[in-house]
């Protein structure tokens, strides 16, 4: 944004600021995309980069996926914590993303609300009738 005349800019802070809420106009998922999962997706690659740097990048990414046993590292510590994040992290993150991701799509095909159909539903199926009598 630009200053007055006179005025002191803004601080690098304060731009960088303005730039994160700036993403608010966006759709929720490109918002979550861009706020959330890159985060996410940077410390992932973080922890992957350490892992090639520590273990070499052929064990990292065999203990990441399940090949290699992360026991028989040259840091085992951290072949454990590469390969629970291979197991727990990498699934989880794709899950949410993917159930975020459809979530999304189904809700903005959906035409009538949730209410509204559950009061559909009740009037159609005319509930359990009268009980059944003695007759003769």
């Given at each position: ?17 303005d ?10 998922t ?47 510590w ?11 992290l ?47």
């Amino acid at each position: 944004m630009a200053s007055p005349p006179g005025a002191p800019g803004d601080t690098f802070w304060e731009e960088l600021r303005d730039v994160i809420r700036s993403v608010a106009f966006l759709n929720r998922t490109r918002h979550w995309l861009i706020t959330r999962a890159s985060v996410w997706l940077a410390g992932f690659c973080a922890l992957y980069l350490v892992g090639g740097l520590l273990l070499g990048w052929n064990a990292a990414y065999e203990v990441l996926l399940g090949l290699t046993a992360p026991g028989g590292c040259r840091h085992p510590w951290y072949g454990y914590l590469l390969s629970l994040t291979g197991w727990l992290l990498v699934p989880g993150l794709t899950g949410a993303a993917a159930g975020y991701l459809v979530t999304r799509q189904i809700e903005r095909r959906r035409s009538i609300t949730l209410v509204t159909l559950l009061e559909r539903m009740r009037a159609q199926s005319g509930g359990p009738g009268p009980p059944a009598g003695d007759d003769p």
